[in-house]
């Protein structure tokens, strides 16, 4: 069992809906919580960290953290045709400078 | 704002050869992590430097090594390139407990 698992996808939402990315992990321990957005053949680049249960927003997404289920999830609103991008999710054992620990990656597209 | 620099962006060598990748990191960021990225893949763990000393390994062969300089710019040396290290090479930077920011890459291709 890898240590964080995404679902491989492909998910495809229309333009203008709501696109729900979902990852679970296995380690209690872990801390930090990251969504990176990456094209093909470009490095991942980083779209929202989140470190407490909750919500946390930010323009179109929004990450929630539900350290009890070891769930974390990316919300895109109004999903737009640049949004398709395969999305990882990374997770670190320790709140600070360490090693991230991705999942497999969810493709996504946006059908305009 | 300055960015992660990689080079080169692209390698082409042949089985049995040797690689060195370069890694410039963001000014000031004091922890450098090297990556690699198969195709279809997760980017993998291979090797962390955190001021200059071996902070942390992964899944890095015995065949590669890698190091931090004076100037905080890194290197990861390959020999022995088998056709299975074909990759995306990944460095990226962070400082403190500040989120990880990634280069643009090395793409390798073992013939």
């Known amino acids: 069992q890898k240590e964080v698992e995404q679902n491989s996808g492909p998910l495809s939402v229309p333009e203008g809906a709501i696109a729900s990315l979902n990852c679970t992990y296995s380690?209690?321990?872990?801390?930090?919580f990251f969504w990176y957005r990456q094209y093909s053949g470009k490095s991942p680049e980083l779209i929202m960290s989140i470190y407490s249960n909750g919500d946390k927003e930010d323009g179109r997404f929004t990450a929630q953290l539900n350290k009890a289920s070891q769930y974390v999830s990316l919300l895109i609103r109004d999903s737009q045709p640049s949004d398709s991008a395969t999305y990882l999710c990374?997770?670190?054992?320790?709140?600070?400078?360490?090693?991230?620990?991705f999942g497999q990656g969810t493709r996504l597209t946006i059908n305009p | 704002a300055a960015g992660v620099i990689q080079s080169p962006r692209h390698l082409i060598k042949e089985k049995r050869e040797t690689a060195t990748l370069k890694c410039y990191p963001i000014?000031?960021?004091?922890?450098v992590y090297w990556y690699q990225q198969g195709p279809g893949q997760d980017p993998q763990f291979l090797i962390s430097f955190y001021e200059k000393m071996q902070s942390d390994k992964g899944s890095i062969p015995d065949r590669f090594s890698a190091q931090q300089f004076s100037d905080y710019h890194s290197e990861l040396n390959m020999s022995s390139l088998e056709l299975g290290d074909s990759a995306l090479y990944f460095c990226?930077?962070?400082?403190?407990?500040?989120?990880?920011?990634f280069g643009n890459g090395t793409r390798l291709t073992v013939t």
């Open positions: 990226a930077s962070s400082l403190g407990s500040s989120p990880l920011h």
């Open positions: 000014p000031r960021h004091d922890t």
């Open positions: 380690d209690r321990v872990s801390q930090s």
């Open positions: 990374a997770v670190t054992r320790i709140q600070g400078a360490q090693k991230l620990v």
